[in-house]
């Protein structure tokens, strides 16, 4: 009854999503833990289940011929994929890869109740829409990003959204540059540069921000962090 509680919280859309035979969409789906570090889907897997996050974070990603990797999109508490909501509408496989960043917590709903609530409840329709609009902005927002964006300016980005002057980060620049599309000696480069400005403090696995405010100041106003 808690697990339902909370499915219909942060997927209220649910409650109404009833089939032609009265059945709710809940009764055919299953809970799934999912370990850290598991590989949810592979590039060219078929997509056998809309999953929808309960608890936990997945990251998507993909890779390069050069065998560089780019943080897609991230799902956590209340999101779903827009790949895996592309494949089952589209009967194509994956084109990218999902891996667990923490244990997962997430509903199941197979393929073939996909697509039959998808053609009989209307709920339904709106609550797959609704999660695949809002992460496709995301992801065309990441593409520009990083087509006509700068480095410097959306490492910064980065830095400010998951530290603070009194908040370590703990990373590595190889996970910074897989976050931001880029070169492992090209974060380096830029956080080295940072650093020598005085923005920033560098030790291993770790970066401290020292200047908040000339971090801030490298975004557009609109985007500014306070």
């Known amino acids: 009854m808690k697990l339902t509680h909370t499915i219909l919280g942060l997927f ?4 109404d999503a009833i089939g032609k035979d009265g ?11 999912i370990p850290e570090g598991t590989t949810v889907f592979h590039q060219g897997d078929q997509c ?12 998507v990603i993909t890779r390069a011929e050069n065998g560089r990797e780019i943080v897609l999109y991230h799902i956590t508490q209340g999101g779903s994929c827009v790949l895996t909501t592309s494949c089952l509408i589209s009967s194509e496989d994956y084109p990218a890869e999902g891996v667990t960043e923490t244990d997962v917590v997430a509903l199941a ?14 709920a339904f329709r709106k609550q797959v ?16 990003e990083i087509s006509f964006a700068k480095l410097d300016i959306r490492l910064a980005k980065f830095l400010l959204e ?6 370590p980060i703990h990373t590595t620049h190889q996970t910074l540059a897989t976050e931001l599309g880029s070169a492992r000696e090209v974060i380096s480069r830029q956080l080295k540069e940072f ?9 291993r696995g770790k970066i401290e921000l020292t200047n908040h405010d000339a971090l801030a100041a490298l ?6 962090f306070n």
Do not use: A
Request: glycine share 6%; charged share 20%.
């Open 23 to 33: 059945v709710n969409i809940l009764d055919h789906c299953q809970q799934m833990i």
């Open 129 to 144: 829409f609704h999660s695949y609009g809002d992460r496709l902005i995301k992801l065309i927002t990441l593409v520009e």
């Open 12 to 15: 209220p859309k649910l409650n």
């Open 109 to 122: 709903i197979p393929k073939s109740i996909f697509e039959q609530y998808m053609g009989e409840s209307k």
């Open 48 to 59: 056998l289940n809309y999953l929808l996050v309960i608890s936990g974070s997945v990251k």
């Open 162 to 167: 998951h530290g603070s002057v009194n908040t």
């Open 195 to 203: 650093e020598n400005k005085g923005w920033v403090q560098l030790s």
């Open 219 to 224: 975004l557009p106003l609109s985007k500014n």
